[in-house]
């Protein structure tokens, strides 16, 4: 069953604590993405990566780090230097390669509550 | 800098009705567009998608959109909504290029459709 898949849905820790969301897709796409969603405010881009071992910041990366050591695999951290870090996270991916016409697929969100 | 506006943050039908949700974009080049579909508890959702051709798109569940280039809309109908339809809409737009969206997937804020029964 190909898809993506982000765990946990709903994610608690402690004000300034580290935390790693675990973003995973089988659909063997070379592009991955990292959004974050808040209650009227849409989706905004926080990193994006196009090929493994390469990524690039989006809108809103201050706070965030990522990696990409796997095609499948795109991991966000919300570090401690993120001010408002409690929102909902999205992770999607595409076929990527430079594609103009090039459609990005979610996940299903992880929630993240910083106490 | 482009941006997505969404004209309506929440709109209230009665089932039957028909629906228009409006959507503009700023961004003077080519575009490609995007209706995204968020149901309550369910990941996010392509409803449809135009890239280019006939600027008359159908998407799933009897949605289809219209994009009209002199105005930057790309706005989403449905002619008779049903109660599970209700869900939040994002429309979303990215330039198009030699060279792929490069990850620059601009998203309106979203429109709540509830739909009474």
């Given at each position: 069953d190909g898809g993506i898949t982000q765990s946990p849905k709903y994610l608690f820790r402690k004000e300034g604590q580290n935390v790693t969301l675990s973003c995973e897709q089988?659909?063997?796409?070379d592009a991955m993405y990292w959004y974050r969603q808040d209650p009227g405010q849409g989706l905004r881009l926080i990193y994006y990566s196009q090929i493994v071992n390469d990524f690039q910041k989006g809108d809103i990366a201050e706070g965030y780090s990522v990696s990409r050591e796997k095609k499948e695999s795109f991991p966000l951290t919300v570090t401690s230097?993120?001010?408002?870090?409690?929102a909902f996270y999205l992770c999607a991916s595409s076929?990527?390669?430079?594609?103009?016409?090039d459609t990005q697929y979610f996940g299903p969100g992880t929630r993240l509550t910083v106490l | 800098a482009q941006s997505v506006s969404q004209h309506n943050h929440h709109v209230i039908l009665s089932e039957a009705a028909s629906l228009e949700l409006g959507c503009n974009y700023s961004y003077g080049g080519t575009v490609n567009l995007f209706w995204y579909v968020q149901y309550p508890g369910q990941h996010l959702q392509l409803l449809l998608k135009y890239?280019?051709?006939?600027?008359l798109v159908k998407g799933i569940k009897g949605f289809e959109a219209e994009f009209i280039k002199s105005k930057f809309s790309f706005n989403l109908r449905k002619p008779s909504v049903q109660w599970s339809d209700t869900a939040e809409y994002f429309c979303a737009v990215t330039p198009s290029f030699y060279?792929?969206?490069?990850?620059?997937l601009i998203f309106g804020k979203g429109t709540k459709l509830s739909v009474k029964p």
């Amino acid at each position: 069953d190909g898809g993506i898949t982000q765990s946990p849905k709903y994610l608690f820790r402690k004000e300034g604590q580290n935390v790693t969301l675990s973003c995973e897709q089988n659909l063997n796409h070379d592009a991955m993405y990292w959004y974050r969603q808040d209650p009227g405010q849409g989706l905004r881009l926080i990193y994006y990566s196009q090929i493994v071992n390469d990524f690039q910041k989006g809108d809103i990366a201050e706070g965030y780090s990522v990696s990409r050591e796997k095609k499948e695999s795109f991991p966000l951290t919300v570090t401690s230097a993120q001010k408002n870090p409690t929102a909902f996270y999205l992770c999607a991916s595409s076929r990527g390669s430079g594609r103009s016409s090039d459609t990005q697929y979610f996940g299903p969100g992880t929630r993240l509550t910083v106490l | 800098a482009q941006s997505v506006s969404q004209h309506n943050h929440h709109v209230i039908l009665s089932e039957a009705a028909s629906l228009e949700l409006g959507c503009n974009y700023s961004y003077g080049g080519t575009v490609n567009l995007f209706w995204y579909v968020q149901y309550p508890g369910q990941h996010l959702q392509l409803l449809l998608k135009y890239f280019s051709g006939d600027p008359l798109v159908k998407g799933i569940k009897g949605f289809e959109a219209e994009f009209i280039k002199s105005k930057f809309s790309f706005n989403l109908r449905k002619p008779s909504v049903q109660w599970s339809d209700t869900a939040e809409y994002f429309c979303a737009v990215t330039p198009s290029f030699y060279g792929g969206s490069q990850g620059n997937l601009i998203f309106g804020k979203g429109t709540k459709l509830s739909v009474k029964p």
